[in-house]
């Protein structure tokens, strides 16, 4: 069964740093590596999503990278804002089903 | 636009009481998906629907039905067997090809009083 897991759980940093969120999953059996954002009381909205054959992807200051072998997934937020404060989740896909982490909460002060 | 509605936003429930959370798509995707997340915890699939007028469990699919009867829809009744109901549900979909990626909805908070 695929069990996937965030690291660290909450994360607070001055603005302007640049940050690393990690996910690790056990299967490495995925068709894809997929990283959402959710705001307090609102539904997820997706990021970034890495297909099984690719390494990385990237939108504006977001980079995420995939390391099946490994089971890893990193999330690179360039110069953070206070903009980019919610929680991160990553999800393994395997077919037609979504495993979750249980997010990083992120705190970007001014 | 394109997107996924639920309804309604907020949703208090009288203890016994079975109710039923709608899901809206136009985008013309063929799996959908009800969750459901608790603080705390990650999301967790109750059911998902791969084509109209099927759907299976998923892993806490106890207390819940669902129905698949329009492509754009897959409404999630809450039924008085789900003991602790208290939650944020989230709906979502997707293309239907495997590694497709997944949208949400904005979710419906339940409460049960």
């Known amino acids: 069964k695929q069990e996937v897991t965030q690291i660290p759980a909450a994360l607070s940093v001055p603005e302007g740093e640049n940050l690393v969120l990690n996910c690790s999953f056990t299967?490495?059996?995925?068709?894809?590596l997929q990283w959402f954002r959710q705001d307090p009381g609102k539904g997820l909205t997706s990021l970034l999503l890495?297909?099984?054959?690719?390494r990385e992807q990237t939108s504006g200051r977001l980079n995420a990278s995939l390391d099946k072998s490994s089971g890893r997934s990193t999330l690179y937020i360039a110069a953070s804002q206070p903009g980019d404060s919610a929680t991160y989740l990553c999800?393994?896909?395997?077919?037609?089903?979504?495993?979750f982490g249980t997010g990083t909460r992120l705190l970007v002060s001014p | 636009d394109g997107g996924i509605t639920q309804s309604p936003k907020y949703l208090f429930r009288k203890e016994g009481q079975n109710v039923t959370l709608s899901c809206e798509q136009n985008?013309?995707?063929?799996?959908m998906y009800w969750y459901r997340q608790d603080p705390g915890q990650g999301l967790r699939l109750i059911y998902y629907?791969?084509?109209?007028?099927?759907?299976q469990k998923g892993d806490i699919a106890e207390g819940y039905s669902v129905s698949r009867e329009k492509k754009e829809s897959f409404p999630l009744t809450v039924t008085s067997a789900q003991k602790n109901p208290t939650a944020f549900y989230l709906c979502?979909?997707?293309?239907?090809?495997?590694?497709?990626?997944?949208?949400f909805g904005p979710g419906t908070r339940l409460t049960v009083l």
């Open positions: 979502a979909s997707m293309a239907g090809l495997a590694g497709s990626e997944q949208f």
């Open positions: 999800a393994a896909t395997g077919f037609q089903k979504l495993v």
């Open positions: 629907s791969q084509i109209v007028n099927d759907f």
């Open positions: 299967d490495s059996a995925i068709y894809n």
């Open positions: 985008l013309n995707h063929d799996a």
């Open positions: 890495i297909q099984s054959s690719q």
